[in-house]
């Protein structure tokens, strides 16, 4: 990837993809503010939705970058899985990120039109399967990062992978802050990767009572549990008790109980909760992380 690109953004910054949040008024409201927009092609209903999503986003961020992201679970029980990276690929998506699964098939058709695919990795052995299949970016799921969480810790993660990769590296992890984008570079890194943040926006697909329970939540209030899709996954504790999946005696169902229609009153959230105190906009997260890593960045200079 050209190292170009990434010093082209407003902000180093991807608005990391959500299953039944990111849509396309959220692709299309970050890639218009300078950073990266991306979104899981599942939030698209059915893969014919999601040519007609394709289509929209680019016709709607036609004045800026132009760069957005479509995020494929190629995880086997993906049913979808051809279908979207057909659409993917007919759409010429700029950049894939590949979960769950081995991203070998997916690179060589995404370069064949030109696109770059980043691969979201959170062990070193993933991350070198993912450099041997020829990704382009890696993405570092770390401790603490909502969704399907990682469990290294940053430091610990990017200085080991930074032994064997020099290509560009995004980490994905309770980073909210500009302070904190330029610590992660300053460490090796060259973009953010955030989530929870954009959950809490206008522009996201999150319900109402879902945004408000994101900005009266601290660090204490997230669980980490695999009992909601068996792969392990932070979530807001008190929806886990409304739903049930977690007892007051802080014990789960057991392992596979849950399915991924849990997702929707199972409100995930990464360990950078408190920073969100209200609910903005995509352009006004922008600003203000813009803000904070320049004056980061002045700073680090001195
Ligand atoms: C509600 C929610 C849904 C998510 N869904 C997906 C998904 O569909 N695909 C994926 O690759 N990552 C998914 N993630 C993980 C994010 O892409 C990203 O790695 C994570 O949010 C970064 O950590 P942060 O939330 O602490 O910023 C999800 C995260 C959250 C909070």
């Known amino acids: ?90 759409h010429r998506v700029p950049w894939v990120i ?3 699964g081995s991203p070998v098939k997916v690179v060589e058709r995404v370069h064949a ?23 382009d970016m890696l993405v570092l799921l770390t401790a603490g990062a909502g969704g399907n969480t990682g469990w290294i810790n940053p430091f610990a993660f990017i ?9 560009p590296l995004a980490v994905a992890g309770c980073l909210t802050t500009g302070r904190q ?16 943040p954009f ?11 879902y945004k408000e329970a994101l900005v009266n939540a601290s660090a204490d209030d997230i669980v980490r549990t695999d009992a909601v899709t068996g792969i392990p996954a932070n979530f807001l504790k008190s929806s886990l008790l409304q739903q049930g999946i977690m007892q007051v005696d802080g014990s789960f169902l057991p392992k596979g109980d849950g399915d991924l229609a849990n997702w929707k009153t199972a409100w995930s959230a990464g360990q950078g909760v408190a920073s969100v105190g209200s609910i903005q906009t995509v352009e006004q997260w922008v600003e203000k992380l813009h803000q904070e890593w320049r004056q980061a960045t002045e700073f680090a200079a001195r």
Do not use: C
Not at 113 to 134: E, P
Not at 159 to 167: A, I, K, Q
Not at 181 to 196: E, L, P, R, S, V
């Open 159 to 167: 200085e080991e992978v930074r032994g064997f990769w020099s290509g």
């Open 199 to 209: 959950i809490a926006t206008p522009e996201s697909m999150a319900s109402k009572d």
């Open 98 to 100: 590949t979960s769950v």
């Open 1 to 90: 990837m050209e190292i170009k690109a990434l010093s082209s953004f407003k902000v180093p910054v991807i608005a990391a993809p959500m299953f039944l949040v990111s849509g396309i008024e959220l692709v299309v409201a970050a890639t218009n503010a300078g950073i990266v927009g991306a979104f899981p092609t599942l939030n698209a209903r059915s893969p014919a939705l999601l040519d007609a999503w394709m289509a929209e986003i680019k016709d709607r961020t036609q004045g800026a970058s132009g760069l957005f992201a479509a995020n494929l679970i190629l995880h086997s029980s993906n049913a979808r899985r051809d279908d979207d990276l057909n659409i993917v690929i007919n």
């Open 181 to 196: 984008i330029k610590a992660i570079q300053i460490a090796g890194a060259d973009m953010a990767y955030i989530g929870t």
């Open 113 to 135: 039109y030109g696109g770059q695919v980043l691969a979201d990795v959170a062990t070193i052995r993933h991350a070198r399967k993912a450099i041997q299949a020829g990704v």
